[in-house]
């Protein structure tokens, strides 16, 4: 389920409801860490039954009307099998849904597939914990977004696991930590859209220039900004630009003082890492509304990104967009994984200086005395 409240009958008030759908996309359960009364006990679920792949649709939770699960997902679901020695994790989140103006039909569903490697163990480490069930007890309601886990081995058998949790249902700390832990090797927007809701774009090639400068930005916020606000030079990464590092270029930072007055900002950063993933998301297209359609109004800070060759040329990149003018699922987070190689704040619009307050002039009155 992507972004909506959970079907009737979702609800449950203890933990003995609690199953395998706790691997849900979204899960509102009467939970808090705290119970009130009743007693705890553990347990381990039975081990998850190998598979042919991992499935990012498959979730016993999913509750969108333009995908559909496969039956019996929950009943594969369960613990790591023993002896399973995973080469591949796969983390399944929830993506955008987005609506027709004239219709509760969504008119876009997506989930968010991400692909994982490093060290394994904290992971296998944490997902070996045993989860809790109490017998009675009250939890405050609470949501919380728990994506679809597989592990794969290296005959490509997949498992489909289910996440430790505590008396109240909630997933315990350390999958996360561990999954946070680990590196995105793949990303990829697992879509549905009909054909007559959304189409692609395709922006032409961004043009080639001697270096990055992030005072040319699109996404500059300050209505006397000295940005360019056009940004002629934006596109795709041109046939044969094979980038090394990036820059980030944000215009949200905070005000800078010195001795001719205020400034607001824009924060460069300059990133290094495995920029494979990162340019495989731009290459992506940016997809615009065929009809009407309903979008979250809300403003959203999407940094200005750079590619930069060995060659020191730049290019200055679309970023590819819903049809709601959103960033695509999944482009943030394969940039947050490069890293911060040097941060500079830059100088950017002078602020007016604050005048003063003045009271206005006194009205003259005139007295007439008393005779």
């Not at 200005?304 to 482009?331: E, M, N």
Request: proline share 9%; hydrophobic share 40%.
């Amino acid at each position: 389920m992507i972004g909506a409240a959970p079907a009737a009958g979702r609800l449950r008030p203890a933990l003995a409801a609690i199953t395998a759908t706790l691997m849900a996309v979204l899960v509102l359960c009467l939970g808090g860490c705290t119970a009130i009364t009743g007693r705890v006990t553990h347990y381990t679920p039975s081990p998850a039954a190998p598979q042919g792949r991992a499935d990012c649709l498959a979730t016993s939770y999913w509750n969108e009307p333009l995908m559909t699960a496969p039956p019996g997902v929950a009943a594969t679901m369960g613990s790591v099998p023993q002896g399973f020695v995973p080469v591949d994790v796969v983390e399944c989140s929830p993506g955008q849904r987005i609506f027709r103006q004239a219709s509760t039909e969504p008119a876009w569903a997506s989930i968010l597939e991400q692909h994982l490697s490093g060290d394994y163990g904290p992971l296998l480490a944490a997902l070996a914990e045993q989860s809790e069930r109490q017998d009675g007890g009250a939890c405050v309601a609470m949501a919380e977004t728990i994506p679809d886990l597989w592990l794969v081995d290296a005959t490509g058998k997949a498992v489909h696991i289910e996440w430790p949790h505590d008396a109240c249902g909630f997933t315990k700390p350390g999958v996360r930590q561990a999954l946070a832990a680990l590196t995105v090797t793949s990303s990829k927007s697992i879509d549905v859209r009909p054909s007559d809701a959304v189409e692609p774009v395709t922006p032409p090639p961004a043009r080639i220039l001697a270096g990055a400068d992030c005072m040319t930005t699109a996404h500059w916020y300050e209505g006397n900004g000295l940005a360019d606000p056009s940004a002629k030079d934006m596109g795709g990464i041109p046939e044969g630009f094979v980038p090394v590092s990036a820059v980030e270029c944000t215009a949200f930072g905070s005000n800078v003082t010195d001795a001719r007055g205020t400034w607001r900002t824009i924060t460069q950063k300059r990133l290094t890492g495995d920029l494979t993933p990162l340019v495989k998301a731009f290459r992506g297209p940016s997809y615009k509304a065929v009809g009407k359609l309903v979008c979250e109004a809300s403003l959203e800070i999407i940094p200005d990104v750079w590619l930069v060759d060995a060659a020191g040329r730049a290019i200055h990149v679309q970023w590819p967009l819903t049809a709601c003018r959103k960033s695509q699922p999944g482009t943030k987070e394969l940039l947050a994984r490069l890293h911060v190689t040097e941060t500079t704040v830059l100088k950017a619009v002078l602020q007016p200086a604050p005048q003063p307050k003045t009271l206005p002039p006194a009205t003259p009155t005139s007295t007439t005395a008393e005779r």
